[in-house]
């Protein structure tokens, strides 16, 4: 099996430039098709998707869905990216792009909704299954032709059209080698793309293209990879693996592994998120401690009741500032005992955000929870007294607001910020 029509479902060893059976132009074709089995599914544009699905109305108008005035974007259409709005952009600046553009505030209860649907109808499939995120997922199909009557490339297409048919969203599928390449591949054609990298290839396909393809390789990373001289994924596979260690340790061992094409990695279901946060853009830029911790207690409150509600705990308090010229700051601190309560977060984010309060305006804080594990970590440790403590008391009023309601109870801090949010 060289080919496959996405439509319906035809296979055979020609690559026709329609279908034989239904003449769609939908062909996917590669000499490895019925021999790769590891995917990559992805969401397209997946909020603004479900609200274009939700209000056909604004089928062919740019949507972006994001914060108010002061936010920021969190994804947007593809008319609307067309338009150069992008992901994470300040809201002025893309309505500054797209001026005609109608903006939506998330709602993430029914994106998630949707993402269970989604992710119910892949665990039907495999049992290896590795969510990244509400829209994105890797898959490993290996072992699964006797099951389903049909190599992997088959299945995944079948599942494509059954995403689309059932919840009125559409998704990529990149079929490839490994996890890397499958991750490459979904992003080649969206939307409703089907793309496929096989191994013999890889290293080709990968060489011209910019380091920043690369995982792990951000903005600082591409900076210092280009002051080496290394611009272009080629690059790093013609280097020398010791020059690489020499100046870029283990990471340099493994930008090398992966500008080759090679991806160890196995589709983990059980490997969990790296971390929760929360965060909150200003409507006027802050600068003053006191008003900056009235802001973060809300937000290491939200963390918690999410900790708490997902079974885990971090062992790593990580707070987000960002100034009034947009520039990111990170500040983290790793904890002698896993939390999961507001308390402790609060008490060691106000201590990181001191450092930094002192007279620079900021328009953003976002406080988070990393290297997540088991909360019986927290609960079975010897020294984790006044955690416990704290754990109760806030697992207390977890229990009050579940029968109660949300706004049951309110901590005085999160009182007083939400009423100078109204103010």
């Known amino acids: 099996m060289n080919a496959l029509c996405r439509d319906c479902f035809w296979t055979g060893q020609d690559r026709p430039r329609r279908c ?3 003449a769609s132009p939908r062909i996917v074709a590669h000499e490895e098709l019925e021999r790769l089995s590891i995917a990559h599914m992805d969401c397209d544009a997946f909020y603004a998707s479900v609200e274009k699905r939700d209000r056909p109305e604004l089928r062919d108008v740019p949507v972006i869905v994001g914060g108010g005035k002061r936010g920021v974007v969190t994804t947007c259409c593809y008319i609307a990216r067309i338009k150069g709005v992008r992901s994470a952009m300040p809201m002025f600046q893309a309505l500054r792009a797209c001026p005609e553009a109608v903006v939506i505030r998330p709602e993430f209860a029914k994106y998630k909704f ?38 992997p490339a088959v299945t995944l297409a079948r599942l494509q059209a059954r995403i689309e048919a059932e919840t009125g969203l559409t998704v990529s599928i990149g079929l490839a080698a490994n996890k ?23 290293q080709a396909f990968l060489a011209p293209r910019p380091v920043g393809v690369l995982p792990g390789v951000g903005p600082a990373m591409v900076r210092s990879l ?35 094409g090679r ?32 802001k973060l207690a809300p937000l290491c409150e939200r963390v918690a009741r999410q900790a ?35 308390k402790t977060m609060f008490a060691i984010g106000r201590e990181l ?43 207390t009023l977890d229990a009050i607001r579940a029968r109660f309601g949300p706004g049951a109870v309110i901590s005085g801090r999160s009182l007083r910020s939400r009423d100078a949010a109204q103010d």
């Open 226 to 260: 280009s002051q080496a001289g290394f611009t272009t994924v080629g690059d790093i596979a013609r280097a020398d693996v010791k020059v690489l260690a020499t100046r870029f340790g283990a990471h340099g061992l493994r930008l090398h592994q992966l500008a080759h």
């Open 353 to 395: 955000l001191a450092g930094e309060a002192k007279g620079r305006s900021y328009r953003l804080i976002g406080i988070g929870l990393a290297e997540l594990v088991e909360a019986d970590a927290v609960e079975a440790d010897f020294f984790a007294g006044d955690e416990k403590r704290a754990l109760a008391e806030e697992k």
């Open 114 to 151: 949707e993402s269970r649907r989604i992710m119910a109808m892949i665990a039907e499939l495999t049992p290896l299954v590795q969510p990244l995120s509400l829209d994105e997922a890797w898959i490993d199909l290996s072992g699964t032709e006797r099951l389903h009557g049909s190599a």
């Open 263 to 294: 991806d160890a990695r196995p589709v983990n279901p059980d490997e969990g998120r790296k971390g929760i946060s929360a965060e909150t853009t200003f409507f006027e830029d802050l600068r003053s401690l006191a008003d900056l911790e009235e």
């Open 20 to 22: 034989p059976a239904c």
């Open 308 to 342: 708490r509600a997902g079974g885990v705990a971090g062992r790593v308090v990580q707070l987000k500032l960002k100034t009034a010229d947009f520039k990111i700051l990170t500040r983290r601190r790793t904890l002698p005992v896993p939390t999961q309560t507001a």
């Open 180 to 202: 890397f390449l499958a991750k490459i591949a979904s992003d080649l054609d969206k939307p409703r793309g089907f793309s496929v990298i096989g191994g013999q290839e890889a």
